[in-house]
């Protein structure tokens, strides 16, 4: 579920629609709403629109407005025994089924319309009429023929007096065998397009997955990290950070600093495995020196791999300072011994 805002207010003050969309026989419902509706309101147009013809849904689907988050929808659904499943943000194809109908939708608007824009819900129910009676490319059945095993009729089919043998269906255990067979047809034609999609968008990608207090670098979107993205200078990814929680496959809670001001939920495509030694690994015994002014080595110990981000800056620097002050204490250390000898000679 979704919303679509924006909309030229109405005669009747409507401003806004809420769009369903059927995750199996791909049904969608346009229903007329208003911009302000809360959580409560939007419940009453869900039970009183979508459940009374279809009943209470297993899941649901949709973004994190604040309408879905808030602890009265939450609470109502819970008790219901519905899971809700929420898009992490800046990713829509979470959602993405009704992000294309939405699409639909107001090119459809757009082609009846015309120039009467404060009439488009008077126009709703015949759209979605419509698009319920086309075939979905998908299904390669339209909705209702999914929903109710055949089309309903159209105007155009009533210009010649049907014949009532013609519109006959298989009764009894016919019937339910009829509907069972169409939808495991639409069940298998949907993993199929579900698998072309997947094998197209997935090609040359590597599957990642992390665990719980795994270290990952996170990429800085420039939708979703304004200020740190705000020149082109500024680097483009930042940590490391801790993964806190695994959500699924997919989404991950990070520890993220609270001067970020984002949701502490990335999808896995923003997030970098980190492969930067540790300082607390075993130092090579052929490299360790009693005297830290000796020629040759390192002091420092290993570089850690991948992008300088602030965080490792601040590290980096920390390390600086307090190499050089232990250096300026020994210097003055052997300093004040050769003014100890040449005082006893």
């Known amino acids: 579920m979704d919303f679509v805002f924006g909309l030229p207010r109405t005669k009747r003050g409507f401003d806004s629609i809420f769009v369903v969309v059927d995750r199996f026989s791909k049904l969608a419902h346009f229903i007329p709403c ?6 409560s309101n939007i419940s009453k147009i869900f039970l009183r629109e979508v459940v009374r013809l279809h009943g209470l849904p297993k899941t649901i689907v949709s973004d994190r407005d604040p309408k879905f988050i808030s602890h009265f929808w939450r609470t109502v659904w819970g008790r219901l025994g519905t899971k809700l499943n929420f898009s992490t943000s800046c990713h829509p194809q979470t959602n993405g089924q009704t992000e294309v109908v939405n699409r639909s939708l107001s090119t459809m608007l757009g082609a009846i319309l015309k120039g009467n824009h404060k009439s488009w819900d008077e126009y709703l129910p015949h759209i979605e009429f419509v698009y319920n009676r086309v075939v979905h490319k998908t ?27 013609d519109f006959i269906h298989i009764k009894g255990a016919s019937q339910a065998d009829f509907v069972k067979k169409l939808h495991e047809k639409v069940r298998i034609q949907i993993q199929q397009q579900s698998d072309k999609y997947a094998k197209q968008n997935n090609k040359g990608k590597r599957a990642i997955s992390f665990e719980e207090g795994d270290w990952i670098w996170l990429h800085l979107r420039k939708d979703r990290f304004p200020k740190q993205r705000k020149s082109k200078l500024n680097p483009c990814s930042d940590g490391p950070f801790q993964i806190l ?12 600093p609270e001067d970020y001001g984002v949701h502490t939920t990335f999808n896995v495509i923003n997030l970098i495995p ?16 009693t005297d830290p002014l000796q020629e040759g080595g390192d002091d420092g110990g290993g570089l850690r791999q991948g992008p300088i981000t602030r965080a490792m800056f601040k590290h980096l620097e920390a390390n600086k300072e307090s190499e050089a002050s232990v250096q300026i204490n020994m210097l003055t250390i052997l300093s004040f011994e050769d003014f100890c000898k040449n005082c006893e000679k």
């Open 274 to 289: 980190f492969v930067g030694s540790n300082d607390d690994d075993e130092v090579d015994d052929s490299d360790m020196r």
């Open 245 to 256: 929680k695994k959500i699924n496959n997919n989404a991950y809670q990070l520890d993220l």
């Open 34 to 39: 208003h911009k302000i509706d809360d959580a």
């Open 139 to 165: 299904t390669q059945l339209s909705s209702f023929e999914v929903v109710y095993g055949f089309n309903p009729l159209t105007p155009k089919d009533l210009i010649p007096l049907p014949n009532p043998i």
